[in-house]
């Protein structure tokens, strides 16, 4: 049994950037395996997938409205997937989640982001955007 542990989050001012982590524990299990999801959800609205890094190749995906802000990016040395989190917005406010997914996917299912498809997930971490 293992689950992801997401570290990074915080409270940030428009305009700021954080970098979300994403990490296994315990840590023998090996991100690099898996494709690695983020979500989000704010109160009240449903679970949006952000960007996603495939395990073939690292092709990374973003949803139309994190393009060009967010960048995800894995080091497999320290078995670890971030999330670089630039130009936040208010609307950026929410629990972010990472997930895993050990299947082979292709594209359509990969830029869909259909949390469905993980089945390993970490506890969240709260991105509030404010000033």
């Known amino acids: 049994q293992w689950k992801l542990v997401e570290s990074g989050g915080g409270l940030v001012q428009p305009g700021g950037s954080l970098r979300l982590s994403c990490t296994a524990a315990?840590?023998?299990?090996?991100?690099?395996?898996?494709?690695i999801g983020w979500f989000r959800q704010a109160p009240g609205r449903e679970r949006e997938g952000v960007s996603c890094i495939s395990s073939q190749d690292n092709r990374t995906y973003y949803s139309d409205s994190v393009k060009d802000r967010f960048t995800v990016s894995r080091d497999n040395a320290k078995n670890t997937v971030y999330l670089q989190m630039n130009s936040l917005e208010p609307e950026d406010t929410a629990v972010y989640f990472c997930a895993a997914d050990a299947l082979a996917r292709s594209t359509p299912i990969l830029k869909n982001m259909d949390g469905r498809v993980y089945g390993t997930w970490g506890q969240g971490t709260q991105v509030t955007v404010a000033s």
């Open positions: 315990p840590s023998r299990f090996r991100l690099d395996y898996y494709s």
